[in-house]
């Protein structure tokens, strides 16, 4: 019903920045939020950030705060998220999520297949 496409993943040393795509297909106009998550080797997926998609209100996960920023296109149906000044415990799987629902915690439905984040020391 809703297709995740992520891109923008590679290598990056320490202090530098990226920018993640995820471009969604399908029944587009049901979603109502849009995250990413990412998953370190040994760690448990942990969120990042989410975007409202009427109003783009945005929330962030404490590690992050301040250096990475959630926005999206409408238009283009794609949510990015901008990080800056990586760090090293910033590598991850970066996974792009989508819900219908509009709450505190909503459960995601739909998922990318993840890009690849690496920053190197």
């Known amino acids: 019903q809703v297709q995740l496409v992520e891109s923008g993943g590679g290598l990056v040393q320490a202090g530098g920045s990226l920018r993640l795509s995820c471009a969604a297909s399908?029944?587009?106009?049901?979603?109502?939020?849009m995250a990413w998550f990412r998953q370190a080797p040994g760690k448990d997926r942990e969120f990042v950030a989410a975007?409202?998609?009427?109003?783009?209100?945005?929330y962030y996960a404490a590690s992050v705060k301040g250096r990475f920023t959630i926005s999206r296109d409408n238009a283009k149906n794609t949510v990015y998220l901008q990080m800056n000044s990586l760090k090293p415990e910033d590598t991850a799987v970066y996974y792009c999520?989508?819900?219908?629902?509009?709450?505190?915690?909503?459960?995601?439905?739909?998922w990318g297949q993840g890009t690849q984040v690496t920053v190197s020391s």
């Open positions: 975007i409202v998609w009427s109003g783009a209100s945005t």
């Open positions: 399908g029944r587009t106009g049901s979603i109502r939020q």
């Open positions: 999520a989508a819900t219908l629902q509009i709450a505190a915690n909503p459960r995601y439905d739909y």
